[in-house]
């Protein structure tokens, strides 16, 4: 079994995000679909980083092209700020959690782009 995290399609934007682009992590994605090995692709849905329309139609066409019409979404929360202000340190920017209505919208752009999604 293979857990696989995707953060962002854009490699540009990915490397704004984690420091590095994203080229091996799509290389290395494409060869591990095709080994038919068990294959859990994981997408944390983060607002204002990865949850536009077109961000969430890239990803469904790309893993369209390896097969996959599967993914598990971990929706963003802010449950852990209260840990960080008991340690004394700070976010280093705040991210405002989805409303209901706003975390519904955005997962049904998975399925309008070929993708079921499973909630982590």
Do not use: C
């Amino acid at each position: 079994m293979v857990l696989f995290d995707i953060k962002h399609m854009d490699p540009a934007v990915h490397k704004a995000l984690t420091g590095v682009d994203n080229a091996l992590i799509l290389r290395n994605l494409a060869w591990i679909a095709k080994q038919n090995k068990p294959l859990t692709i994981r997408y944390p849905l983060i607002p204002g980083r990865n949850d536009g329309e077109e961000d969430i139609a890239g990803l469904g066409r790309y893993l369209q092209t390896l097969g996959i019409d599967e993914i598990e979404v971990s929706v963003f929360h802010n449950w852990g700020e209260n840990k960080y202000a008991q340690l004394g340190m700070s976010l280093a920017e705040k991210i405002r959690p989805y409303t209901d209505d706003e975390k519904a919208e955005k997962l049904l752009l998975f399925n309008r782009y070929g993708v079921k999604y499973i909630l982590a």
